[in-house]
């Protein structure tokens, strides 16, 4: 009888791990199947495109991402991204480093209302901001300049959150020793605090590089002229109102694609070692 039943248990057991594993698995081809669509897609020229549709080209060519390059100035538009992109980063990482330590490490009054209020800011959709924030930029000269678009990325309550989840995670007696030693804020900041939540800081730094380089609306309103266009701007330029060349259009979503994918592809330990320490769900 208890054969029996472990026999069953155990079937019970493997029919349960099939059936996740298989819904894992369709999940995994429902998020592979765009990317793999696009790629086609963008090898795939002229009558092929108006033909029945092939996720496996039976002519591929590389002529969209020839015309990308060559009657686009789309490299120009990449590094454009690129540079907006870490200039974001970088400012986002120190703003709220310093900001979360404060949080973090000082007493003072009324410190959980200032932060549940900080925090509070990031249920309030930017669209609402749009319109001050665009006054704002034209009175100070902004408008169609890269600094338009970064000043009002340079601080995140997200980041703040989430850095200061991880230092809270660092024991202060770690502190306390450095203190005993002669050691200022800045040093225990520097020496202590920052190199251990690296984890944090990378996955910060995926977070904000991808969201800027994603970032549509903004751009789009405060960058004018081709030459500062951004690369989510390029690619919507790309179709036109009456013809489309969806081959020229997929092979900019593909160079979109890359440099974000190999940002992933080499930070994703951090990335859950980062969440992780952060106590994020």
């Known amino acids: 009888m208890s054969s029996h039943t472990h026999t069953r248990t155990r079937t019970r057991t493997r029919a349960g791990t099939i059936a996740l594993n298989s819904i894992v698995v369709i999940g995994a081809l429902a998020m592979v199947f765009p990317f793999v669509w696009t790629l086609s897609t963008s090898l795939t020229h002229g009558a092929g495109l108006?033909?029945?549709?092939?996720?496996?080209?039976s002519h591929p060519s590389l002529d969209g991402y020839r015309e990308l390059f060559t009657r686009t100035p789309f490299a120009r538009v990449?590094?454009?991204s690129i540079g907006l992109a870490v200039a974001i980063t970088v400012a986002q990482l120190v703003t709220s480093t310093l900001a979360a330590y404060g949080f973090s490490r000082f007493e003072f009054r009324g410190k959980k209302a200032i932060f549940a209020t900080y925090l509070a800011t990031m249920m309030v959709p930017f669209q609402v901001l749009l319109v001050p924030l665009f006054v704002l930029m034209r009175d100070l000269k902004l408008l169609d300049t890269y600094l338009g678009v970064l000043l009002p990325s340079i601080a995140s309550a997200f980041g703040v959150f989430l850095l200061r989840q991880a230092m809270n995670t660092?024991?202060?007696?770690l502190d306390e020793a450095a203190t005993l030693d002669g050691a200022g804020h800045f040093r225990i900041f520097s020496r202590i605090i920052v190199p251990n939540m690296l984890p944090a800081l990378?996955?910060?730094?995926?977070?904000?590089?991808?969201?800027?380089?994603n970032s549509f609306l903004w751009p789009l309103i405060?960058?004018?002229?081709?030459?500062h266009k951004t690369l989510p701007l390029a690619l919507a330029s790309l179709?036109?109102?009456?013809?489309?060349?969806?081959?020229?259009?997929?092979?900019?979503?593909?160079?979109?694609?890359?440099?974000?994918l190999t940002l992933y592809i080499f930070a994703q330990k951090y990335i859950i070692q980062g969440v992780a320490g952060s106590g994020l769900k």
């Open 50 to 57: 108006s033909a029945t549709p092939s996720l496996i080209p």
């Open 78 to 80: 990449v590094l454009n």
């Open 170 to 173: 660092i024991p202060r007696e």
């Open 202 to 213: 990378a996955t910060l730094s995926v977070f904000a590089f991808m969201s800027s380089w």
């Open 222 to 227: 405060i960058l004018r002229s081709d030459d």
């Open 239 to 260: 179709q036109g109102q009456f013809t489309t060349q969806w081959d020229v259009i997929m092979a900019g979503s593909i160079v979109s694609i890359i440099p974000m």
